[in-house]
């Protein structure tokens, strides 16, 4: 456990918020400003992300402290993966539980005009030309690049939000990788699809039983209903990093600090083969 997680566990909310702020304004005057030349390398050399690749990116622009704008982090990401590669950004677009959301009488999701809430660069992503987001109402991705249509397009066709018809789920056909760009693997939302994929056979309920008929509006501005299933009240009670740290092997996961700024890398299919795996033991990011 971190000193972030200890503290998290005995300070009021609102004296831990205060202190993060705190100490995030302090580490950006403790360190340099990354320029752009320092975050290319760290995307080729550090986080190994080559032309070609489908990239998988958590993100938090606040804690990356760049001395250039979120557009160009998203140019850079662009140019690491080449015209051949595709980015991935989480883009669901609603806070709290997705069961609560769902309950909600006015609870649309238009594809096209409902804001992300997963941070700055996804939203860049959502606004970019040529971007395709996924017609999911609770886990929707967006998508930029080659394959951007390819990965996407039959999310919403399956109950299971992150199962076999999910972007995360199809990314392991390709040459590809999940990141962390100021973020930890508490974030990691890859870790639902062994949950999805196995379903019945996980060892914990992971998923409510009732299907929630959603109402979503499509690109080109149709109302069409989707059905999904949504995360079970079970799945609250987690410790990602812990179970990461314990179980999970370097060529599944690594992760690093640089200038006091938290990175990650994951490899999707070797993380989704030892999660299974485990898994079948009742060893799960839930299991304690």
């Given at each position: 456990?971190?000193?972030?997680?200890?503290?998290?566990?005995?300070?009021?909310?609102?004296?831990?918020?205060?202190?993060?702020?705190?100490?995030?304004?302090?580490?950006?005057?403790?360190?340099?400003?990354?320029?752009?030349?320092?975050?290319?390398?760290?995307?080729?050399?550090?986080?190994?992300?080559?032309?070609?690749?489908?990239?998988?990116?958590?993100?938090?622009?606040?804690?990356?402290?760049?001395?250039?704008?979120?557009?160009?982090?998203?140019?850079?990401?662009?140019?690491?993966?080449?015209?051949?590669?595709?980015?991935?950004?989480?883009?669901?677009?609603?806070?709290?539980?997705?069961?609560?959301?769902?309950?909600?009488?006015?609870?649309?999701?238009?594809?096209?005009?409902?804001?992300?809430?997963?941070?700055?660069?996804?939203?860049?992503?959502?606004?970019?030309?040529?971007?395709?987001?996924?017609?999911?109402?609770?886990?929707?991705?967006?998508?930029?690049?080659?394959?951007?249509?390819?990965?996407?397009?039959?999310?919403?066709?399956?109950?299971?939000?992150?199962?076999?018809?999910?972007?995360?789920?199809?990314?392991?056909?390709?040459?590809?990788?999940?990141?962390?760009?100021?973020?930890?693997?508490?974030?990691?939302?890859?870790?639902?699809?062994?949950?999805?994929v196995m379903k019945e056979k996980f060892p914990l309920k992971a998923?409510?039983?009732?299907?929630?008929?959603?109402?979503?509006?499509?690109?080109?501005?149709?109302?069409?209903?989707?059905?999904?299933?949504?995360?079970?009240i079970n799945i609250a009670h987690r410790n990602i990093p812990a179970?990461?740290?314990?179980?999970?092997?370097?060529?599944?996961?690594?992760?690093?600090?640089?200038?006091?700024?938290?990175?990650?890398?994951?490899?999707?299919?070797?993380?989704?083969?030892?999660?299974?795996?485990?898994?079948?033991?009742?060893?799960?990011?839930?299991?304690?």
């Open positions: 456990m971190t000193l972030s997680d200890h503290l998290y566990k005995i300070l009021p909310e609102d004296t831990f918020v205060f202190l993060r702020r705190m100490y995030r304004k302090y580490q950006h005057v403790r360190y340099p400003k990354l320029t752009e030349q320092n975050f290319s390398e760290i995307l080729t050399k550090k986080l190994g992300i080559n032309q070609g690749m489908v990239v998988y990116i958590h993100s938090s622009v606040d804690k990356l402290n760049l001395a250039f704008s979120p557009l160009t982090l998203l140019n850079l990401l662009q140019d690491a993966v080449g015209e051949s590669g595709t980015l991935l950004f989480p883009c669901w677009h609603f806070p709290g539980r997705a069961a609560d959301y769902l309950r909600r009488e006015n609870a649309v999701f238009d594809v096209e005009r409902s804001v992300t809430m997963m941070g700055l660069l996804p939203e860049l992503a959502r606004r970019y030309p040529g971007a395709v987001r996924s017609l999911h109402p609770t886990a929707s991705v967006v998508a930029i690049g080659r394959l951007a249509k390819e990965l996407t397009r039959e999310h919403h066709l399956d109950v299971y939000p992150n199962g076999i018809k999910s972007p995360l789920f199809k990314m392991m056909e390709y040459d590809s990788k999940i990141i962390g760009l100021g973020e930890r693997v508490v974030s990691l939302s890859f870790v639902h699809v062994v949950e999805d998923l409510e039983d009732e299907v929630y008929r959603c109402k979503v509006i499509d690109e080109k501005g149709n109302t069409i209903e989707v059905n999904t299933l949504v995360p079970h179970f990461f740290d314990k179980y999970i092997s370097k060529d599944a996961y690594q992760k690093f600090r640089y200038r006091g700024i938290n990175f990650f890398e994951v490899s999707p299919r070797q993380l989704f083969d030892e999660m299974k795996l485990l898994a079948g033991k009742n060893i799960t990011i839930y299991s304690g």
